[in-house]
Structures are given as C-alpha cells and as structure tokens.
C-alpha cells in the first residue's frame, strides 16, 4: 500500500486540477491520496469522483494556514466535515486576508521587479486561495526568475524587504476547529527550518494536548536532526508518524509518493475521525 497525505491542486498553489492531481496520483502508483489545499475544503467533490472512478482511496483533506507567536504553521486536517461552520469561517477569513496580503507584496515586488496584480490574479485563476506562488508565477512571466524556487528565493520569504504576513488563527485554535469539525489533525513539516523559523518542542506538547493527532516527520523539507528530533517528540507524546510528498504539480520539485504513510499509521488516524 502507497499512502501520499498531503497534496495540493490548483483550488490552492498546485498547477493541476483536483481531478488531474488524482490521474496523477494513479499514475504514480498510489493506492490512498489525500487532497490537502490551503485553506479551502473546495477540490473534495471533483477528486473524490476522479478517485472512485479510478479505484483509489480518497481522503479528504486541507492544510490550514495558523500561527504562534508570529511563526507560520501549517496544520493537516483530514475527514473534518466541510460544512462546520466555525472551521469554514476561519477558512474564509484567512482567505480573504491572504487576498489583501497578496495586493501588498506585488505593490513593495512591483518596485523593483515589474509586474501587475492583474498578472497576479491571473495566475491565481480560479483558485479559492491567493498564495506568494501565484505572485512567483506572476514573475516568472515577466521573465524575472526561472522557476517558483528562484522567486521565492530572491523575493518571497520571510526576511525579504517585500515579505507581507497575512492573519491566521492561533495554532491551538486552529487543532481545536479541526476536532469540533470531526476531523484529525496533523501537524505539517513541523521541522522545516529551511523556510522560515520553526516552534520548540513545547509547542508540540500544548498542541499535543489541544487534540492534535500526529507530526508529519517524512517530507523532504526535513534533515535528519529535524528527523531525529520529531520522532523523539512523536514517541514521547504518543502521536502518530506520517509521510507525505506535498506535491504541488509543476509548481514544486516534490514528486507523488517520494514520502509515504505507513498502513498502521493510517489505520491509527483513520481510528480517530470523529
Ligand atoms: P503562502 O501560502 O502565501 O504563505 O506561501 C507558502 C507556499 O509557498 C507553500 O505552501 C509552498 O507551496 C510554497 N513555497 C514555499 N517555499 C517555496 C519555495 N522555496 N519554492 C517554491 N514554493 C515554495
Ligand atoms: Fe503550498
Ligand atoms: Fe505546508
Ligand atoms: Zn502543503
């Protein structure tokens, strides 16, 4: 069994479409797949036929945007139910301020590097959620940079003169959404010191005890210390282990299935859906 629980699609920063991330996923010889954009529940209904029609496990999924203390978290959330409405209201809301935040950080990039927010928004075409790898495509057109990783390199992160951050709720409120919704929460790329500052061990242990279900030790943005160091804290704390590709189609080096979940680990989060 191949088990990838984490990917995205063009409703979020993917390049294909929820349908076409599934083909994909088929091809790549994957047996369960989880669809998890940012912040937005909109790909569930295409990939699950695609998946059904293609015999695959479908898990419905998204990687909510949240915060402590001014640090950027991303936090999984598989089989919550799409209509609860505080979740859905914190999806919205923080959607709508990456909109405002994306405006923002094309105004400061346009200064030194020309391009529109309708290039911008061109780019982002018709996905729910406005991320900086539209902005990265936006540059890319303008033949500023190559490829996402160069722009985000040169222009996107955090530290950049043009870097914006956009609201998100609290870390601990956000694990407590995707349980009142019934879903199981998974903390994403926990260690992923690469892109920007990443939270000490005690952040874990209050997420740990505001409900959340597992840490997604197996992603290519972590070293083998990050490794080390997160499955320490998982087998400590009791929470479960997953791997995941976050593929983002074209829009990232990262292949389907390059990182996979183990079937117990699966059965163990499925064991939790609420
Ligand atoms: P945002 O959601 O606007 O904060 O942008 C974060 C997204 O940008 C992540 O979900 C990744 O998909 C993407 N990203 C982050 N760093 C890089 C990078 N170095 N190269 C390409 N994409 C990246
Ligand atoms: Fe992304
Ligand atoms: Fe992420
Ligand atoms: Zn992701």
Do not use: C
Request: charged share 25%; net charge negative.
């Amino acid at each position: 069994m191949r088990i990838d629980l984490h990917t995205h699609s063009t409703v979020s920063d993917g390049t294909e479409s929820p349908s076409e991330v599934i083909r994909a996923a088929a091809a790549a010889k994957i047996d369960t797949v989880a669809l998890t954009d940012h912040d937005s529940v909109s790909g569930w209904q295409a990939a699950s036929a695609m998946a059904a029609a293609l015999g695959l496990g479908f898990v419905p999924g998204v990687e909510v945007s949240a915060k402590h203390r001014g640090i950027s978290i991303h936090l999984l959330g598989y089989w919550p139910d799409p209509h609860a409405q505080a979740m859905t209201d914190m999806f919205a809301k923080t959607r709508r301020a990456r909109v405002a935040r994306a405006q923002e950080m094309t105004e400061r990039i346009a200064k030194q590097y020309p391009i529109t927010w309708d290039d911008v928004m061109v780019r982002a075409g018709d996905a729910d959620t406005v991320g900086r790898p539209h902005i990265a495509d936006a540059l890319i057109d303008a033949g500023h940079f190559e490829d996402r990783s160069a722009a985000f390199a040169a222009a996107l992160m955090p530290g950049s003169p043009f870097y914006v951050p956009h609201y998100a709720p609290d870390v601990l409120d956000a694990v407590r959404a995707v349980r009142a919704a019934g879903g199981v929460p998974v903390f994403a790329h926990p260690g992923a010191d690469l892109r920007g500052r990443v939270v000490a061990d005690q952040v874990i242990v209050d997420m740990a005890d505001a409900g959340l279900a597992g840490l997604e030790i197996d992603h290519r943005d972590h070293s083998p210390q990050q490794r080390e160091r997160l499955s320490a804290l998982a087998e400590r704390l009791g929470l479960i282990r997953t791997g995941s590709s976050d593929y983002h189609g074209a829009g990232k080096p990262n292949q389907l299935g390059e990182n996979t979940t183990s079937e117990e680990a699966f059965d163990a989060l499925h064991a939790q859906r609420g």
